[in-house]
T-cell receptor
Framework: GNSVTQMEGPVTLSEEAFLTINCTYTATGYPSLFWYVQYPGEGLQLLLKATKADDKGSNKGFEATYRKETTSFHLEKGSVQVSDSAVYFCALSDRGSSASKIIFGSGTRLSIRP | DTEVTQTPKHLVMGMTNKKSLKCEQH?????MYWYKQKAKKPPELMFVYSYEKLSINESVPSRFSPECPNSSLLNLHLHALQPEDSALYLC???????????????FGNGTRLTVT
């Protein structure tokens, strides 16, 4: 079956540090891949997405590249800010699937020190 | 600001109470969802409405009763809840009920429910 594995958190970094949050997936088909972010006290927001191999999603300085050969979709940012402190969820949705087939990773909590 | 609005933001209820959670979106999305999120966990799907009809019930206990009065509104009626039902309840919507492949979820900010 489909699954998403994220690196364990929490991740604590200093402001302006480089960020990588690892995400790997298992899927029988050709899924779309997503990163959602949840700020304290809020719901999840779509951060970025990629729908096919080698696509790069980007938003707010964050990037992730859909790597079919390594089944990965790692989230990166060159210089993090305190306002990036949140929980990040990697997710996949298989082609033609309904909502029940959206698979979320366990989430990675990110804390940025000033 | 989120385009999916949930009320109330916080709710405390006793195990014998009846209450309702409300969700509203005006993006023309035809799929609406209820998720439950416990602390430090990802959201868990509860119900899906597609074109205002219940299409998925993920084996949720009958003390949770969803309702979709129209394409913009989604309710979750609560009755005789247990303390372990305390959680953040998230509403979400998406444009295309038939596939989330290219139709991401839009979440509200949730209702923080405490059952005493």
């Amino acid at each position: 079956g489909n699954s998403v594995t994220q690196m364990e958190g929490p991740v604590t970094l200093s402001e302006e540090a480089f960020l990588t949050i690892n995400c790997t997936y298992t899927a029988t088909g050709y899924p779309s891949l997503f990163w959602y972010v949840q700020y304290p006290g809020e719901g999840l927001q779509l951060l970025l997405k990629a729908t096919k191999a080698d696509d790069k999603g980007s938003n707010k300085g964050f990037e992730a590249t859909y790597r079919k050969e390594t089944t990965s979709f790692h989230l990166e940012k060159g210089s993090v800010q305190v306002s990036d402190s949140a929980v990040y969820f990697c997710a996949l949705s298989d082609r033609g699937s309904s909502a029940s087939k959206i698979i979320f990773g366990s989430g990675t909590r990110l804390s940025i020190r000033p | 600001d989120t385009e999916v609005t949930q009320t109330p933001k916080h709710l405390v209820m006793g195990m014998t109470n009846k209450k309702s959670l409300k969700c509203e979106q005006h993006m023309g999305h035809r799929a609406m969802y209820w998720y439950k999120q416990k602390a430090k966990k990802p959201p868990e799907l509860m119900f899906v409405y597609s074109y205002e009809k219940l299409s998925i019930n993920e084996s949720v206990p009958s003390r949770f009763s969803p309702e979709c009065p129209n394409s913009s509104l989604l309710n979750l009626h609560l009755h005789a809840l247990q303390p372990e039902d305390s959680a953040l309840y998230l509403c979400a919507s998406s444009r295309n009920p038939d596939s989330t492949y290219n139709s991401p979820l839009h979440f509200g900010n949730g209702t923080r429910l405490t059952v005493t």
